[in-house]
């Protein structure tokens, strides 16, 4: 697009954009702006705001100072400069409504593998430990190590729970699974859970030879939805 001056090439120093486009498109959109709108407040052409809010690269500060003050905010907002802190401190959308999710509609964002929370209480107290999970036949299985945080679920109710928070929208989802914990013994069983995690692993590395699962007996979700963003 010729519409850069050199002084906006692209190069050492330009900031990372991560989901920079999405951003500036729904930043656009809240402000009630078109395309050409936003050309005008940056002196650029209407082709290249498109270009930019479609496709992923980085740009120049000279053009991202511009644009942030046409979008009426900052830098770091449009780049998600924040992203490193916890997720949830963006400000609130426009007439956010609280919905509840049917178990057809949690199994499905829970899938059949991520990242999720196991909750587990022993002498110590409850805690909270993040686990790599698989998920088949109503039941959440996680692989973790003999005496370890999460292997006091146990022979105990727990509660699991997975979620997803999008701060460029500021809405997400979340949910919770309880039921029954149990130590995975059986060799079909284990083989059978082995075969399904497939290329699942620990992040946290170490020898992990214990296979928890836990049956749903309860399963509930939410999710926030958004007018604007």
């Not at 954009?17 to 500036?24: I, K, L, S, Y």
């Not at 290249?48 to 511009?66: D, Q």
Request: glycine share 12%; net charge negative; proline share 5%.
């Amino acid at each position: 697009m010729a519409d850069r001056s050199k002084s906006d090439a692209e190069g050492p120093g330009a900031p990372a954009t991560g989901d920079f486009g999405r951003r500036v498109a729904a930043r656009r959109a809240y402000l009630g702006l078109s395309r050409r709108d936003v050309a005008l407040r940056t002196a650029s052409a209407p082709g290249y705001i498109e270009y930019v809010e479609t496709h992923p690269g980085s740009h120049g500060m000279g053009f991202m100072l511009r644009l942030a003050h046409a979008l009426e905010t900052t830098v770091d907002e449009l780049t998600g400069g924040t992203v490193d802190l916890p997720p949830g401190v963006g400000r609130a959308a426009g007439h956010p409504q609280l919905v509840e999710l049917s178990q057809k509609e949690c199994w499905m964002l829970v899938g059949d593998h991520g990242i999720g929370r196991v909750v587990v209480s022993n002498q110590r107290g409850p805690a909270v430990y993040p686990v790599n999970y698989v998920c088949a036949e109503n039941q959440i299985a996680y692989r973790t190590s003999q005496g370890s945080g999460p292997a006091d679920a146990a022979g105990k109710e727990t509660a699991f729970e997975v979620d997803h928070i999008d701060d460029a929208f500021s809405r997400g989802w979340s949910v919770l699974i309880v039921g029954e914990a149990t130590a995975v013994v059986e060799a079909q069983a284990i083989e059978r859970l082995e075969q399904e995690s497939g290329s699942v692993t620990p992040w946290a590395g170490g020898e992990k030879d214990l296979w928890i699962a836990l049956t749903a007996n309860r399963v509930t979700g939410r999710r926030i939805v958004t007018g604007e963003p």
